[in-house]
């Protein structure tokens, strides 16, 4: 009878992962780019958090680059739901690429987890560009098109400057880089009129007299430039951050994503990983799942008409 | 020219005798130290493993020096840098697998020498020659920094573009029969097309499978190339012959193959030097370029491919001579020069540092860190280089059939273990079908590797600066850079008739 009663019991725990159970096995991140770039090192220091914050756990990251972020972003969100693969939420693959075609996901097939930062993006005039702020760019562009250099067709900042000229309806010619390295460097040596840059990286550069800040992509205007003006306040009805966020294939056990969620607020609210994150240029914040969710829905729909005018609309299909 | 002038103040700060010297105390003490030697050790053994490439080796050790001081961190990551691109031609000479991209021109001249029994001799020169191409650049880092800085700026889409069609025009030069030459080129540039188009986005000739979204991966592409097709040509041979394990010699080059090997030194250095510093190029353009330009101004150029040493020390002086010059744009501009140097960007960034003419006036100690670090790596990896060719080209005394089959386990670990993709897997079996073919046919499988380099540089800069422009096709042929290079191009392509004709002229008369 008691051997019974002890395979009776393994059968159900087997059936039904018990939450006291996780994590048994270690946790994989899939990160959708190259080992050393700001997804990868700030998911690495998520990481390192989740271990504190839950007992036992084991966090690796598995770096799987290729094709703009979706060929991880895929294998993240078609691996087994038990909670032991998870994925960095990353704008390009999950928001933009979906209507470009070519995925085998949509951003109805991920579960979110939370956001732990955004980044924050400025739009920066290059090194000899013939204007200098917002409203000389305005009514320089009006006649010629600002040639806007991004990291790559159809990513993120691709998008985002060609939202901003339908929204303040200005002409831009996007000139696309293999990376954002590329860009900065073209910028730098005066081949674009402008780029998108992060603050931290607008913020040297423009010390250094390198680039001039022109606009920041927020409702209001931040600490880092208290000088430099928002589209909003122009009169622009435009904002745009991209996310760090995690996600999980759907279909996990409800019990273990919500342990998973409680963990990720409590790294996003850690004072030792804020301050890692924030020498590294990163704004913390925190994002519950249906906020987060909201969020890259708004951004994803923004994206689609963007990406609808420019007539790349299932391009890859 | 705001540009300039933080910069040279910054300068002339650092340069009173007394201030320098106690810039240099962080750097001096047992840790640090530690800390390089033990980041160029494990670089070269990260760097000699077929698929673990000094990039992946700088990234993944980022998040170990988050509680480091800069001095010390960010030396250890430069020391794996140098470590790494040097420990590619461990490999390369060995197993004909190049264990980053920038030792693929090594294979040439290193893995005939070690074939012909010469292999401690082959390692020690390209031993030799990363330490005299990483100290020249490493001095030019520290004394010219600010000032050649600016060549990184001057490259626009049309610059670049008349760089990548000059470095193409190696394959006519290096191939034996032209033709075959030019068309193995021509299928590596169709190869390349794989993927994403470079300014649209579409997908081309991905046929649906999502794993070729970024076209051939290429380092799985270079191990199939070079390494699975030697092992295939092997295994035909051992077939019929079971063959003996190689025998293995001594570690120093003679003093005829230094005395010949000066000219592709001195070139290789320079060339690296020059070509590192212009962002977005990297050790690979620089090694074959050097290569090239040793082996036109040779009195010998027949002997190239044979496995001839003044091969090696063009190739391996460029490549380390790329590693200290690509830190030239990064600390000077903030920009980065090629992968690693965009991964040590973020090193600095997490240290609260950004790159730029800023840093020489925030913080000199950190730069004046980097260049002591620079040349301190260097000397690391000339010591252990030389400590570890003995234990190094015993690999060779393995018998061959079981060497064999350990380099298709480590092919296929390698290109693996890149991306963590399975189509990898399938791009690596792919090409080295593709290398077995061309070798037993003639055609150049160098020609391919630069193909896969240049080709994608040549389309995107032409379509970028066409974007540019608005279709104006002369600003291709204008520019001080850019005819540079074009007029280089012709020359790279008649050169061959000239020498063709001098050579008869002067023979002539004796016969």
Known sequence: MKKISTLAAAAVAFATPALADYPERPIQIIVPYSAGGSTDLSIRLVAESLEKHMDGATVVVRNQPGGGGTIGTSAALHGRPDGYVLGAAAQGPLGLAPHLGGTDYTLADADFIGLFARSLQVLVACADAPFSDFDTMISYAQTTPVQVGNSGAGGANHISAEAFAKAADIQVESIPYPGSADARTACVGGHIDAMVASPAEALAASQAGQMTPIFVMEDARIDLFPDVPTAVEKGVDFTWSSWKGLIAPKGIDAAILASLRSAVEQVATDPEFVKKMTDMGELVTYEDADTFAQRAAHDSETAAGTIEDLGMTGMNN | ?511
């Open chain 2, 1 to 511: 020219m705001c540009l300039r002038s933080p910069r040279q103040a910054a300068l002339k700060k650092i340069r009173p005798p007394m201030e320098f010297a106690s810039y240099l105390l962080p750097l001096f003490q047992l840790n640090v130290i530690g800390a390089i030697a033990l980041g160029t050790l494990g670089g070269l053994i990260v760097g000699a493993l077929p698929g673990l490439t000094a990039t992946m080796g700088v990234a993944l050790l980022i998040p170990l020096t988050f509680g480091m001081t800069p001095v010390m961190g960010l030396n250890m990551l430069i020391g794996i840098y140098i470590g790494g691109i040097y420990g590619g031609c461990v490999s390369a000479i060995l197993l004909r697998t190049p264990g980053t991209p920038a030792s693929a021109a090594t294979v040439l001249d290193g893995y005939p020498m070690a074939a012909r029994g010469e292999a401690g001799k082959a390692l020690g020169m390209a031993t030799i020659a990363s330490t005299i191409g990483g100290l020249f650049a490493a001095v030019v880092l520290a004394t010219l920094a600010p000032q050649l800085a600016g060549i990184a700026l001057k490259f626009g889409a049309p610059e670049y573009f008349a760089l990548a069609f000059f470095g193409l025009t190696i394959i006519a030069s290096l191939s034996g029969d032209i033709l075959k030459g030019v068309l193995s080129g021509m299928v590596g540039i169709l190869i390349a097309c794989v993927g994403a188009d470079p300014i649209s986005g579409v997908l081309r000739y991905t046929f649906g499978v999502s794993g070729f979204a970024s076209g051939f991966a290429f380092t799985p592409a270079l191990i199939g190339l070079f390494a699975l097709s030697e092992v295939f040509t092997q295994m035909e041979r051992l077939a019929l012959d079971p063959g003996r394990a190689m025998p293995v010699t001594g570690r120093w080059p003679s003093r005829q193959d230094m005395s010949e090997s000066k000219g592709g030194l001195i070139r290789g250095s320079l060339i690296g030097t020059i070509i590192g510093i212009i962002p977005g190029t990297g050790s690979g353009t620089a090694s074959w370029i050097a290569y090239n330009e040793t082996r036109r101004s040779s009195k010998q150029p027949h002997k190239f491919g044979t496995g001839y040493a003044p091969g090696i020390a063009a190739t391996e002086s460029a490549n380390n001579a790329v590693c200290a010059a690509a830190l030239i744009p990064l600390l000077a501009l903030g920009i980065p020069g090629d992968v690693v140097t965009a991964v040590l960007m973020g090193g600095l960034m997490i240290q609260g540092l950004a790159p730029g003419p800023m840093l020489f006036q925030t913080n000199p100690d950190v730069i004046v860190g980097i260049f002591g670090g620079t040349f301190l790596a260097t000397i690391f990896m000339f010591i252990f280089g030389m400590l570890l060719i003995p234990l190094f080209s015993r690999i060779l005394l393995i018998p061959r059939h079981i060497l064999a089959v350990s380099i298709v386990i480590f092919c296929f670990i390698g290109a693996f273990a890149i991306n963590l993709n399975a189509v990898d897997l399938y791009t690596m079996v792919g090409f080295g079908v593709l290398g077995w073919g061309m070798q037993k046919f003639g055609f150049s499988q160098p020609a391919v590797c630069i193909a896969l380099i240049l080709g994608p540089m040549m389309e995107s800069n032409l379509r970028r600066g066409l974007l540019q422009t608005g279709d104006d096709v002369l600003a291709f042929v204008s520019g001080p850079i850019t005819l540079l290079f074009l007029g280089l191009a012709v020359l790279s392509l008649v050169w061959p008739l000239i020498a063709a004709r001098i050579a008869r002229n002067v023979t002539l008369p004796s016969e």
